[in-house]
């Protein structure tokens, strides 16, 4: 069974830092994709970085210079490292994981920026 476990929410003020989990089980890590998604309240989902086996990371505009995404295959687990954050960086943050004709969510870990 897969699951993608994602840990680290919580509510943080702006210019503050934040760093969420995701932990991978039931998959070959190596094989896929990692990635995370963000959706705000009342907007649609959208990439906010994921990173290969290899090659380059795909990430947001937005949060460019300020987010980072790693992986650990000996733990099976992504992470995203969030600094200076901001307000409309509030949002669900999901953990996904994505090979050509799969694709794996988590059930998502809230971030609220606020003061």
């Known amino acids: 069974q897969v699951q993608l476990v994602e840990s680290g929410g919580g509510l943080v003020e702006p210019g503050g830092s934040l760093g969420l989990s995701c932990a991978a089980t039931g998959i070959v890590f190596s094989r896929y994709t990692m990635g995370w998604y963000r959706q705000a309240p009342g907007k649609e989902l959208e990439l906010v970085m994921t990173?290969?086996?290899?090659?380059?990371?795909n990430t947001l505009d937005s949060v460019k210079g300020r987010f980072t995404i790693s992986r650990d295959s000996t733990k099976n687990t992504v992470y995203l490292q969030m600094n200076s954050l901001r307000p409309e960086d509030t949002a669900v943050y999901c953990c996904n994981a994505k090979r050509p004709g799969v694709d794996y969510w988590g059930k998502g870990t809230l971030v609220t920026v606020s003061s």
């Open positions: 990173i290969p086996r290899g090659g380059s990371t």
